[in-house]
């Protein structure tokens, strides 16, 4: 657990040196306290720009933190950027340095770390780490900085309250079950998610945990998803039938083929089954067919009755990551991951890329994307691939096959294109080799996720970033937050010019690059983290934790 300092845990006085000024805020120390019964370990990650200023001495801002342990308990590690914007450190926020020297003081890697902080310095440094962020807002937090935010509380303690009941979801031992609860081994388990690519593989740890008790699994996906399911450790074997009640574009619901579906459940002989949905999509209709299969447990999250077509209804707050929402319908089951597994995204071994991106450290650019409204304008994504390649990055283009038109459009003469010449496996083998991929809200930002490849994420607002965002990977957003068709979850834009992502600007793609420690070949490598502080060079410790 991670905390800014000013805003966050005490109020801010600016370029505070005076112990006798510092006031915790409001519910701070038990909210810490909490925290620290739970068993997480804390650090604070901070600015202290008045250093390079030289407005207060470094002996002065540790008695200040001295003070605020007083106040607030101890603290782990204090993890301290005395530089000024223009110094170009890796440690200020919201450079990432502050939060990878943070995780390794506590034993830990940053996606295993959740940032709370006042302002979008914290969140932005939080995620190029590949941390989680929460925004606590203060008055002067801007309403930009609060849209983009992955997620916001309204207070530090509700911040800690949020961040424990998250923690619990994913454990079985906090659910309670008719059958006798979790560590349980299951023959056969069915699992279902019939919906896109994306939407498969962001459900991948959930079907592990299944898996991980489980004999046998069988996973249900429509067409849209069938060469994502081939891509998921722990499945066995596939059944692809399309959903009339998710396909997007569904035919009428033809009874003969409902009939046949429940035929093929009843096949399987499945011991139960766990149907994982996106929050506005029903498992109920696939529940009545279940049982008329004959299975005889069946767990889903439904926010509408279910009567006795669900053995566990379980229910989720509105967005929760999707891979986290379906581990905790599998804790929820009675599944948890196995112990020498962990909570990321994962993908079976890829296979060779294709000869033509040469040696891995290209930048992946994907523009388009199935839902219009996700997908980079043709025109924006051509000057990036420009931009890229003039400073100095190998630029490869990748696109499905109905996409050749776009892929060529912005290859032009400056990328290579790879538009419709390679599979889904083959797509996630040209990820995997990647330095960075640059990518919409889309499938291949899934596939980055899953091989630990940063992401830049031109991120149309029309659903939630903090649910649908790439997971537990060194990420920048780009994209207006607050354009007009945010929280639509529309597929074609509603607005003429696609204004949430037209306006961003080759430029800023570079500094994200930048930030997440991406440049080009030719260019020297960024400076070296200073070895046996565990702080970046050039940071210092404060305080006596």
């Known amino acids: ?63 200040v933190h001295a003070r605020v342990e007083q106040l607030l308990g101890r603290f782990d590690a204090w993890l301290v950027c005395p530089h000024d914007d223009g110094d170009g450190c890796g440690c200020r926020k919201p450079a990432p340095g502050l939060v990878h020297a943070a995780a390794r003081e506590l034993g830990t890697v940053p996606a295993r770390c959740v940032l709370v902080g006042d302002i ?5 440094a939080a995620l190029a780490a590949g941390a989680s962020g929460i925004l606590v807002p203060t008055p002067v937090t801007r309403p930009q900085e609060v849209a983009a935010a992955p997620q916001v509380a309204p207070d530090l303690p509700a911040a800690v309250a949020e961040i424990l ?44 945990a299944v898996a991980a008790a489980a004999e046998r699994v ?32 569904p035919d009428p619901v033809d009874p003969a083929d409902m009939r046949q579906l429940a035929d093929r459940l009843a096949a399987v002989g499945a011991d139960e089954a766990v149907v994982f949905t996106s929050f506005h999509q029903s498992p109920l209709p696939l529940a009545l067919l279940l049982r008329l299969a004959g299975v005889r447990r069946v767990s889903a999250i439904s926010d509408d009755y279910p009567g006795s077509l669900l053995d566990v ?29 962990g909570p990321a995204l994962r993908l079976r071994p890829a296979p060779a890329p294709p000869p033509e991106v040469g ?19 043709p025109e924006l994504a051509a000057r990036i691939a420009r931009a890229l390649a ?14 050749r038109e776009l892929t060529a459009e912005v290859a032009g003469d400056v990328a290579v294109d790879l538009g419709g010449r390679t599979s889904l496996a083959g797509l996630a083998a040209t990820v995997a080799g990647a330095g960075a991929v640059v990518v919409g809200n889309t499938g291949p930002a899934h596939l980055a996720a899953a091989h630990g490849v940063p992401v830049v994420s031109l991120f149309a607002p029309t659903v939630p970033f903090g649910q649908w965002g790439p997971w537990r990977v060194p990420t920048v957003r780009l994209g207006d937050p607050e354009a007009p068709c945010r929280d639509t979850r529309v597929a074609r834009c509603p607005v003429p010019g696609h204004p949430c992502l037209s306006g961003i600007e080759p430029g800023q793609v570079l500094d994200a690059l930048r930030l997440l420690g991406v440049t080009p070949p030719v260019r020297p490598e960024p400076p070296a983290v200073s070895r046996g502080t565990g702080v970046p060079a050039g940071a210092s410790i404060g305080g006596s934790g």
């Open 1 to 63: 657990m991670l905390l800014d300092r000013d805003g966050t845990l005490i109020e801010d006085v600016p370029y505070n040196g005076d112990p006798e000024k510092v006031r915790a805020v409001p519910g701070a120390r038990a909210a810490l306290d909490r925290l620290r019964a739970a068993g997480l370990r804390l650090a604070v990650v901070t600015n202290q720009s008045g250093l390079a200023r030289g407005l207060f001495t470094e002996e002065r801002m540790r008695a």
């Open 120 to 124: 979008g310095r914290d969140m932005t």
């Open 165 to 208: 009941r998250r923690r619990a979801a994913v454990d079985p031992a906090s659910h309670r079950h008719a059958d006798g609860g979790p560590a349980r081994q299951v023959g056969t388990v069915l699992v279902v998610r019939a919906d896109s690519a994306g939407d498969v593989l962001v459900t991948g740890p959930g079907i592990r």
């Open 218 to 249: 069988v996973l249900l996906c429509g067409p849209r998803g069938r060469a994502a399911a081939e891509l998921l450790p722990g499945v066995d074997e596939i059944i692809e039938h399309r959903l009339p009640w998710i396909d997007p574009a």
């Open 313 to 341: 209804r379980h229910r989720v707050p509105a967005g929760v990551p999707e891979p986290e929402r379906a581990l905790s319908l599998a804790a929820a089951a009675g599944f948890t991951l196995a112990a020498h597994d």
């Open 359 to 377: 040696a891995p450290g290209y930048v992946v650019l994907h523009p388009g994307s199935a839902a219009q409204a996700r997908g980079c304008p």
């Open 390 to 403: 003039a400073a100095g990055h190998r630029v490869v283009v990748t696109g499905d096959p109905g996409e």
